[in-house]
């Protein structure tokens, strides 16, 4: 029997991807199950069992929380944009800007079991008597690549944004000939100064493994199992062993016999 499953789950917050990184949320996931069960003889049985599961979560960085900003700044602060493409006031506190060009986080996850065993029946022997052998591994991963826009960290990056800082004058309302109300503009300032020059901002990765673990079981026995009239007799003889070591971002685990 094979079996395979695949999801996935799209951005929610309309986000958009630039030419260094994607900050867009995204999750999909992949699993996959596999079972074979072969009879090599009428007394000789081999089962074998695979199992996985494999996903990949990316979501922007948002490292400054922008639902901070969104329940705490009024939306008549400031527009999200400009009519001339940039963003609205610093884009550490506008959330939208945050989201969009602060960086990304990829995290990939990976868990895989595979197990098999072989039983041969003795009757040959007597009557009831079989041994089995079982060996089986699992191992999973956790990894993550960070994306930054800037330099030592994504915070860098905002000060090489142009950003403008208006002051209207609110007294002297001005109606036009369509109604509208507008107020007359007492400054502009432009940060940085056009006059100024700023380096670049550059893109860094920055890749971790986040975990993982690794199990490696084996165990083999000998069953004997049969009925004399109103009496049933079992036996077994059992003899296993595990190895086990993980590793987290903030320890090791040494391998557990």
């Not at 699992?138 to 990894?143: A, G, V």
């Not at 007294?171 to 100024?196: H, V, W």
């Not at 077994?236 to 971002?249: E, G, H, P, T």
């Amino acid at each position: 029997m094979l079996r395979l499953v695949t999801r996935g789950d799209g951005d929610i917050y309309k986000l958009k991807k630039n030419d260094s990184f994607d900050p867009r949320h995204s999750y999909k996931r992949y699993n996959w199950r596999a079972n074979f069960d072969f009879n090599i003889t009428k007394s000789t049985k081999l089962s074998i069992n695979v199992a996985g599961k494999m996903a990949y979560r990316n979501k922007a960085l948002d490292d400054s929380n922008p639902f901070y900003a969104i329940l705490t700044i009024p939306t008549s602060v400031y527009p999200v944009k400009y009519s001339d493409g940039e963003w609205g006031d610093d884009t550490y506190t506008n959330p939208v800007a945050n989201m969009n060009m602060e960086g990304a986080n990829l995290r990939k996850t990976f868990q895989g079991w595979y197990d098999a065993s072989l039983e041969q029946k003795l009757d040959f022997i007597t009557k009831g008597l079989k041994v089995n052998a079982k060996v089986s591994y699992s191992s999973s991963s956790t990894t993550s690549t960070a994306t930054y826009l800037g330099t030592e960290a994504a915070s860098q990056a905002f000060k090489y944004i142009i950003r403008y800082s208006r002051t209207y004058d609110y007294a002297n309302p001005i109606i036009g000939e369509d109604g509208q109300l507008t107020y007359p503009m007492l400054e502009s300032k432009r940060l940085p100064y056009e006059t100024s020059v700023s380096n670049p901002p550059f893109v860094k990765y920055y890749d971790q493994l986040d975990a993982y673990s690794r199990r490696f079981y084996y165990e083999f026995s000998i069953a004997y199992n049969r009925s004399f009239g109103d009496h049933n007799v079992s036996a077994l003889a059992l003899v296993n062993r595990q190895i086990f070591d993980s590793k987290r971002w903030w320890r090791y685990s040494f391998p557990e016999l």
